[in-house]
T-cell receptor, first 113, second 112 residues
Framework: DTAVSQTPKYLVTQMGNDKSIKCEQN?????MYWYKQDSKKFLKIMFS???????INETVPNRFSPKSPDKAHLNLHINSLELGDSAVYFC????????????FGNGTRLTVT | DAKTTQPPSMDCAEGRAANLPCNHS???????VYWYRQIHSQGPQYIIH???NNETNEMASLIITEDRKSSTLILPHATLRDTAVYYC?????????????FGQGTTLQVKP
């Protein structure tokens, strides 16, 4: 019964391709997030959605587009992949935004060659 | 959100208490102190959080100084499985527009 699940766990692709990472949470939470962890291990927020509405959109290239079809899902689409996009991407959810603890998925390791 | 300062690394003997310090001297009155940890190759895991009072749960204790400018996370009996990067984060407690800003954290190595 994984609370926050991401697929795929590993993603290897070539530059210029378009790819998607899916995230689902079964906790009934209102808020979902995408974080990026680069090679230096820094975790940075990319997006936050609350009840399917975009709340936080950090300085992220337009090639990254989150989509929330419903409260339990927040998918990340990446167009025209670049070498610098290689990282681990974490999805998270929380009941009431940052009022409450975040529950993270186990990450998707994206490698762009 | 206020910034935090943590030592980059610490060692602890298995079975002993691990005390992880965090400085947050610019914390404001409505900001909470949160602790997360990240075990290798896993997503960050929530540990504990507090505002003013000391807090304890099944994982750890959080001691916040009276002036709230620093705090200490205590793992009472560290095990090898507690080896991880521990993040101290200060964030506003209201609304959902705040951001969890992760710093470099403290890498805790629990040794047998």
């Amino acid at each position: 019964d994984t609370a926050v699940s991401q697929t795929p766990k590993y993603l290897v692709t070539q530059m210029g391709n378009d790819k998607s990472i899916k995230c689902e949470q079964n906790l009934g939470h209102d808020t979902m997030y995408w974080y990026k962890q680069d090679s230096k291990k820094f975790l940075k927020i990319m997006f936050s959605y609350n009840n399917k509405e975009l709340i936080i959109n950090e300085t992220v290239p337009n090639r990254f587009s989150p989509k929330s079809p419903d409260k339990a899902h927040l998918n990340l689409h990446i167009n025209s992949l670049e070498l610098g996009d290689s990282a681990v991407y974490f999805c998270a959810s929380s009941p009431q935004g940052y009022n409450s603890p975040l529950h993270f998925g186990n990450g998707t390791r994206l490698t762009v060659t | 959100d206020a910034k935090t300062t943590q030592p980059p690394s610490m060692d602890c003997a298995e079975g002993r208490a691990a005390n992880l310090p965090c400085n947050h001297s610019t914390i404001s009155g409505n900001e909470y102190v949160y602790w997360y940890r990240q075990i290798h190759s896993q997503g960050p895991q929530y540990i504990i959080h507090g505002l003013k009072n000391n807090e304890t749960n099944e994982m750890a204790s959080l001691i916040i100084t009276e002036d709230r400018k620093s705090s200490t996370l205590i793992l009472p009996h560290a095990t090898l499985r507690d080896t991880a990067v521990y993040y101290c984060i200060v964030t506003r407690g209201s609304g959902n527009t705040g951001k969890l800003i992760f710093g470099q954290g403290t890498t805790l190595q629990v040794k047998p």
